[in-house]
């Protein structure tokens, strides 16, 4: 992205995917004599904010929405990592390795697992587990079985999430109990090594040449107040899906389903929270139930992955089997007014389907949560 074309992050705010939209009907009229009966988008991450961008923009593009781990409040999701980055990479000291990752998840397994009614490597509801980083501080000799002082500080500031001069939270931080795994923190927050993070690359290439223009800006300089500030008054305008109105999606009889991972270390999952809550908020209980639904995964990682079943047929075009398919269950709704219950997430041995079943799990409709019975 460059000063001189500022369109550009227009298009990757919001412009394309509605243009792509209105083009790709036209075609298929042009084709087949009319437009689609119906319309369904579906997508993860960035893609989940479009998807919110849609319903909030451009409420009559589709009848069906499926908004994974969306990235909707995009400007504070970046001002997180470079919250996080200053965290651990300010003092070489804070630097937390990957070889210490492992001992972070098994410390909050231990505190929080047995919660839901069965130890089987994922905690239900993180948001119930009350995790104190101290007990990592390393008693001995450093090893990759403990943090030192400064590590801990840097953990427990990305557990907190970022906060302004006046100690205010302006995002929420990540969840207990995902960190470690091929999709975890060393892939998204501490890196491989100093800088080598993905959110290191997310967030300091969004100040410098989406916000900035400026190769030489430095984010050892920046501070929440001015810099969160700043591009939330230049592009949150452009970028961030965050309106909670939702009232012309819903008088089409517009259908959303918002899912997201606990254990995702690329995006805080409670920000997923926060959106259906402020949806909530401004549109009443009684108006949102119809028309509303989030799933929060236990143990998934970024969009899938994780130790637990994460299988719910959230990348996939919809295959009928509206109980194991949360894209068969949006299209059910959409098209019988049959609103979803709970849906049946599944691992598979080997994650080869043809390998057969491994375990499978419900997932509850928030506020809802599912707990062991033997």
């Given at each position: 992205?460059?000063?001189?074309?500022?369109?550009?992050?227009?298009d990757?705010?919001?412009?394309?995917?509605?243009?792509t939209?209105e083009?790709?009907?036209?075609?298929?009229?042009?084709?087949?004599?009319?437009?689609?009966?119906?319309?369904?988008?579906?997508?993860?991450?960035?893609?989940?904010r479009q998807?919110l961008m849609?319903?909030?923009?451009?409420?009559?593009?589709?009848?069906?929405?499926?908004?994974g781990?969306?990235?909707?409040?995009?400007?504070?999701?970046?001002?997180?990592?470079?919250w996080?980055?200053?965290?651990?990479?300010?003092?070489?000291?804070?630097y937390?390795?990957?070889?210490?990752?492992?001992?972070?998840?098994?410390?909050t397994?231990?505190?929080?697992d047995a919660?839901?009614?069965?130890?089987?490597?994922?905690?239900?509801?993180?948001?119930?587990?009350?995790?104190?980083?101290?007990?990592?501080?390393?008693k001995?000799?450093?090893?990759?079985?403990?943090?030192?002082?400064?590590?801990v500080?840097?953990?427990q500031?990305?557990?907190?999430?970022?906060?302004?001069?006046?100690?205010?939270?302006?995002?929420?931080?990540?969840?207990?109990?995902?960190?470690a795994?091929?999709?975890?923190w060393?892939l998204w927050i501490?890196g491989?090594?100093?800088?080598?993070?993905?959110m290191?690359a997310?967030?300091?290439?969004?100040f410098?040449?989406?916000?900035y223009?400026?190769?030489?800006?430095?984010?050892?300089?920046?501070?929440?107040?001015?810099?969160?500030k700043?591009?939330?008054?230049?592009?949150?305008?452009?970028?961030?899906?965050?309106?909670?109105d939702l009232?012309?999606?819903?008088?089409?009889g517009?259908?959303?389903?918002l899912?997201?991972g606990?254990?995702?270390?690329?995006?805080?999952?409670?920000?997923?929270?926060?959106?259906?809550?402020?949806?909530?908020?401004?549109?009443?209980?009684k108006?949102?139930?119809?028309?509303?639904?989030?799933?929060?995964v236990?143990?998934?990682?970024?969009?899938?992955?994780?130790p637990s079943?994460?299988?719910?047929?959230?990348?996939?075009?919809?295959?009928?089997d509206?109980?194991?398919d949360?894209?068969a269950?949006?299209?059910?709704?959409?098209?019988q007014?049959i609103a979803?219950?709970?849906i049946?997430?599944?691992?598979?041995?080997?994650a080869?389907?043809a390998?057969g079943?491994?375990?499978?799990?419900?997932?509850?409709?928030?506020p809802?949560?599912a707990?062991?019975?033997g």
């Amino acid at each position: 992205f460059r000063s001189e074309h500022p369109e550009k992050v227009v298009d990757f705010g919001y412009r394309a995917i509605h243009e792509t939209t209105e083009r790709a009907k036209s075609i298929i009229a042009a084709f087949y004599g009319h437009g689609p009966r119906r319309s369904y988008f579906n997508s993860c991450s960035n893609g989940g904010r479009q998807a919110l961008m849609e319903a909030q923009r451009f409420p009559a593009d589709y009848d069906g929405i499926i908004a994974g781990a969306p990235a909707n409040y995009w400007t504070h999701l970046l001002t997180a990592a470079l919250w996080d980055v200053q965290a651990t990479m300010l003092d070489a000291a804070s630097y937390i390795p990957a070889d210490k990752v492992p001992a972070i998840q098994s410390a909050t397994l231990a505190a929080c697992d047995a919660r839901d009614g069965v130890t089987d490597g994922v905690i239900e509801d993180p948001s119930r587990c009350h995790f104190d980083a101290s007990v990592l501080l390393c008693k001995g000799p450093e090893s990759s079985a403990c943090l030192t002082a400064p590590q801990v500080a840097a953990l427990q500031k990305i557990y907190s999430g970022p906060q302004d001069a006046k100690g205010t939270q302006v995002f929420p931080g990540y969840s207990v109990g995902g960190e470690a795994g091929g999709g975890g923190w060393p892939l998204w927050i501490t890196g491989a090594g100093p800088g080598k993070a993905l959110m290191y690359a997310f967030g300091t290439q969004f100040f410098t040449n989406m916000l900035y223009y400026n190769a030489a800006w430095d984010w050892r300089t920046f501070t929440v107040d001015r810099d969160m500030k700043a591009a939330d008054e230049k592009l949150g305008p452009v970028m961030n899906a965050t309106d909670a109105d939702l009232k012309k999606f819903k008088a089409r009889g517009g259908k959303l389903i918002l899912y997201h991972g606990w254990s995702d270390a690329a995006i805080p999952p409670a920000n997923a929270i926060r959106y259906y809550e402020s949806v909530v908020s401004k549109m009443g209980a009684k108006n949102t139930q119809p028309f509303v639904r989030l799933y929060m995964v236990p143990g998934m990682q970024h969009c899938g992955g994780g130790p637990s079943p994460n299988n719910f047929g959230q990348a996939s075009v919809p295959l009928g089997d509206a109980q194991h398919d949360i894209s068969a269950a949006l299209e059910r709704w959409v098209e019988q007014g049959i609103a979803p219950g709970s849906i049946v997430a599944t691992s598979y041995n080997g994650a080869n389907p043809a390998s057969g079943v491994a375990r499978t799990r419900p997932l509850c409709a928030y506020p809802e949560v599912a707990h062991w019975k033997g």
